[in-house]
């Protein structure tokens, strides 16, 4: 034993010993809380922090709650049927306006997409402007050839005034409006000509047409 052992009291050794090892335990067991609390900070971290979309599925922008149609506004009844309604001047829309012609051409090409569903939706085009569609578009999007249907706005300026309201609302107008058979708005969709945009919004209402047959009538 060196002198310098020697010159520190028993006790003194024994309590640097155990302070060593309690300062060992502590670490031992920070080490082991980390270890089991890490998950819950990792989740905190990505919810609060990062906040990712997580759980998001849909292309189309979901409208919460529905918005309610109002049975009044229109001649054609829109209850009972999934309806793609879109809203363009005729006055605006011919061959030479690729942005009117690219919204028409989308909600075609999605009915068509949907095959033996097609059936279950139903397109309309509301004329915003009351002027005549142009011969060459009416021939490519009526209802036989293509399953549109025209519908003019409403003549009461009230009513009117409540579909000009209802269609914009979140700043939807110039957008594909989805109408549930209720009937109510609970999506919209842009108007794009990408085929991938195209594929997800058909993905959309497939879903959607799968999970929800309730207040349908297809007579």
């Known amino acids: ?17 155990i302070n060593a090892q309690t300062r060992r335990g502590r670490i031992q067991m920070l080490f082991l809380l980390l270890a089991c609390a890490a998950p819950v900070i990792a989740s905190y971290l ?13 292309f189309g922008t979901l409208v919460q709650p529905a918005q309610d149609v109002n049975p009044a506004w ?39 997409g ?32 293509a399953g549109f249907q025209i519908l003019s706005l409403p003549s009461d300026s009230n009513l009117r005034a409540q579909f000009q309201a209802w269609l914009d609302r979140e700043g939807a107008g110039q957008k594909i409006q989805l109408i549930d058979p209720t009937p109510a708005k609970m999506m919209y969709f842009p108007v794009t000509n990408s085929p991938k945009e195209f594929t997800s919004i058909k993905k959309d209402v497939e879903k959607l047409l799968r999970l929800n047959r309730k207040g349908e009538n297809l007579q």
């Not at 060196?2 to 010993?17: R, V, W």
């Not at 990505?46 to 849909?58: L, Q, R, S």
């Open 1 to 17: 034993m060196s002198n310098k052992e020697l010159l520190i009291p028993s006790s003194q050794a024994d309590a640097s010993a």
């Open 46 to 58: 990505a919810y609060y922090v990062f906040k990712p979309e997580g759980g998001k599925t849909n």
């Open 74 to 112: 229109f001649d054609t009844p829109l209850k009972g049927k999934w309806t793609l309604l879109v809203a363009r001047p005729a006055g605006e829309c011919t061959v030479k306006n690729d942005q009117c012609l690219e919204a028409l051409f989308l909600m075609r090409q999605l009915r068509i």
């Open 114 to 145: 949907l095959g033996r569903e097609s059936g279950r939706v139903q397109l309309v085009w509301v004329n915003t402007d009351g002027k005549p569609v142009d011969p060459e578009v009416l021939l490519a999007y009526d209802e036989k050839t």
